[in-house]
């Protein structure tokens, strides 16, 4: 029997109302799994402004929240209400640190676990090492209803020890909440550098990404999904809100160039020496 699963990727502006933007969220979450949804994913920071954008001229911990806490509550009840296995993104305390987060909620409702953001950028309108400590490593990956889930944050699907990461702990499907700006990359390499990662490892990847113009970036959205043999098999469009909706056969990844090749011939005992880093 194929292991198909139906994605819903919300791609949505943010404002500085953050019930509001949580009320949208909700409802286009209620929307996506009445139309059948089984994981549905958010963007980065989906439900406040992107504060990276700005300096900042406080203490940043009052912007953030706890997981659990009151945002993981709201989604934790969706799930088990409809049965989905849901990725949400948010800025997290956790004591004195604050980091970018992606709580994964199984489709009981349970909250699984936290992957915190890795690499953090220093950049114009992207001051995020300012906001967020450098996260763990782990988990990155959850066993959860609908398949192994993996989660890369941003800035991380930039680095290829961590998507390769991802598979070596048994990822079927990478998601990878987004915040990404119009003229951000050169034409085509927003889709092809996950098309490469997703071709290389041997799953899918579904990007969510932030849409909508804040305070110094427009948010270009054009969320998508690639598959295991390098293809995007789906897009969401530019510059709009939108509910982009995927099925993928997890069936598929036994027939990956990856599973059949790449990850049975490496070779490990020579990386650790040339990867002597210190």
């Given amino acids: 029997?194929?292991?198909?699963?139906?994605?819903?990727?919300?791609q949505q502006k943010a404002s500085a109302d953050i019930q509001s933007n949580i009320q949208k969220a909700t409802a286009a979450f209620e929307e996506a799994a009445q139309n059948g949804a089984q994981l549905i994913a958010f963007a980065e920071l989906a439900f406040t402004p992107f504060y990276p954008?700005?300096?900042?001229?406080?203490?940043?911990r009052k912007l953030?929240?706890?997981?659990?806490?009151?945002?993981?509550?709201?989604f934790q009840e969706l799930s088990r209400k409809h049965g989905v296995v849901t990725i949400i993104n948010l800025f997290e305390r956790d004591g004195d640190h604050t980091y970018d987060s992606s709580p994964v909620i199984d489709a009981d409702g349970t909250?699984?676990?936290?992957?915190?953001?890795v690499h953090i950028l220093?950049?114009?309108?992207?001051?995020?090492q300012h906001y967020y400590t450098p996260g763990p490593g782990t988990p990155l990956v959850f066993d959860t209803r609908v398949g192994k889930i993996g989660v890369a944050i941003c800035y991380d699907r930039h680095y290829p020890e961590y998507m390769r990461a991802l598979a070596l702990q048994g990822a079927e499907l990478v998601i990878v909440p987004q915040a990404g700006a119009v003229g951000e990359w050169p034409a085509g390499l927003y889709e092809a550098e996950l098309q490469v990662a997703a071709f290389q490892n041997g799953y899918f990847v579904a990007l969510c990404n932030r849409v909508g113009v804040e305070a110094c970036i427009t948010f270009e959205g054009k969320?998508?999904?690639?598959?295991?043999?390098?293809?995007?098999i789906a897009q969401a469009p530019a510059l709009k809100e939108a509910i982009l909706y995927a099925e993928v056969d997890l069936d598929e990844l036994a027939r990956s160039?990856?599973?059949?090749?790449?990850?049975?011939?490496?070779?490990?005992?020579?990386?650790?020496?040339?990867?002597?880093?210190k």
């Fill in 1 to 10: 029997m194929a292991r198909n699963v139906k994605l819903a990727l919300i």
């Fill in 53 to 60: 954008q700005q300096i900042p001229q406080g203490d940043v």
């Fill in 64 to 74: 953030a929240e706890p997981v659990p806490g009151p945002t993981t509550d709201i």
């Fill in 111 to 117: 909250l699984l676990g936290v992957t915190r953001m």
């Fill in 122 to 128: 220093e950049a114009p309108c992207f001051h995020e």
């Fill in 223 to 232: 969320s998508f999904v690639a598959s295991p043999a390098g293809q995007v």
């Fill in 257 to 277: 160039h990856a599973r059949k090749h790449f990850l049975k011939d490496r070779r490990p005992e020579l990386y650790h020496q040339w990867f002597n880093e």
